[in-house]
């Protein structure tokens, strides 16, 4: 099966659809938007994520965060604790 995305509409239906997992759509939605995601997201979340991203970020001209759920309360001691 062959499927063409041709713009975000089509990214964002084809990723709901029931018989794409998350692990896929997130692929697809990473090399599509060129971002990364730092999170494990739910497919819910990983939807809901990408709609903010290209409301907010690819319908009008801007500078891009790198990263999906960019909009995501972030604290780096969530990941980084110094050596005492």
Sequence with gaps: ????????????????RDDISVENASL???KTL???SPYELTKDELIKQ???FINK???NDQE???FLGANV???????Y???K
Excluded: A, G, H, W
């Design 50 to 52: 990408t709609e903010i």
């Design 73 to 79: 309360p972030f604290d780096i001691k969530d990941i």
């Design 1 to 16: 099966m062959e499927v063409q995305i041709s713009n975000y509409t089509d990214l964002l239906t084809f990723i709901k």
């Design 34 to 36: 060129k971002v990364f």
């Design 81 to 83: 604790t110094p050596l």
């Design 28 to 30: 697809l939605v990473k």
């Design 64 to 66: 891009r965060p790198l």
């Design 57 to 59: 970020y690819c319908l």
